[in-house]
C-alpha cells in the first residue's frame, strides 16, 4: 500500500505517465509538497475566470463533463498509485471548488466573494459534516474521490448563496 502523504519517484512517474494522472491531479497542483487539496482548490479558480463567463446550462454541463472525468480520471489514478483517494489527486477540488462559486454567476462576484466561496469550499472539504464524511467513507473508486468533494462544493455554494441574500 502506498503511503497517503508523499508520492515516490516511482509513484509519481506511474501518476504522470498518462493523460488520466495529469487530469486527476490538476495539472500538477496536486504535486505541491503540502496543503494538496489547498493548492488544487487555489488553481481551479484560473479555469473559474473563464467557467463563469459561460451561461449558467453551460456551467452545469461544463461542471456535469468535468465531474465525469473526474471519476475517470481518478479511478485510473488511484490504480496506478495502489489506493483510492491519494492526496495528490486533486481533480475532485477543482469540481467542488466550480460548484461553490456557481451562485456567483447569479450575483456580484467581487473578490471578497470569490475569497468566501474558496474558504466555505475548503472548511466543507476539511471538516466533511454529514453527508460528506459518510460519502468519503463508503464510497470507493473514482466516483468516492469525486462524490464528498462535489457534496461539499454544493454546501459551500448554498452557504454563499445564503450569505449573499442576508448581506
Not at 495539472?27 to 503540502?34: D, W
Not at 496506478?80 to 483517494?85: I, R
Not at 447569479?106 to 460528506?132: E, T, Y
Request: some cysteine; hydrophobic content about 60%.
Amino acid at each position: 500500500m502506498v503511503d497517503r502523504k508523499k508520492l515516490t519517484p516511482a509513484q509519481r512517474r506511474r501518476l504522470l505517465a498518462s493523460p488520466a494522472g495529469w487530469i486527476a491531479c490538476g495539472l500538477g497542483s496536486g504535486l505541491a509538497p503540502v496543503a494538496q487539496g489547498t493548492f488544487g482548490s487555489l488553481a481551479a479558480l484560473l479555469p473559474w475566470l473563464w467557467l463563469r463567463t459561460l451561461s449558467p446550462s453551460l456551467y452545469v454541463a461544463a461542471l456535469a463533463l468535468a465531474f465525469a472525468l473526474g471519476v475517470w480520471a481518478c479511478n485510473v489514478a488511484g490504480r496506478a498509485l495502489d489506493v483510492d483517494d491519494h492526496r495528490s489527486l486533486v481533480w475532485d477540488e477543482f469540481v467542488g471548488q466550480w460548484l461553490a462559486l456557481l451562485p456567483l454567476l447569479w450575483l456580484p462576484a467581487p473578490g471578497w466573494m470569490v475569497a468566501a466561496g474558496f474558504v466555505l469550499f475548503r472548511l466543507f472539504d476539511v471538516w466533511k459534516p454529514w453527508p460528506i464524511g459518510w460519502l468519503d467513507r463508503h464510497l470507493k473508486g473514482g466516483l468516492g474521490v469525486m462524490a464528498d468533494d462535489a457534496v461539499a462544493g454544493a454546501l459551500a455554494g448554498i452557504v454563499l448563496a445564503l450569505a449573499a441574500a442576508i448581506i
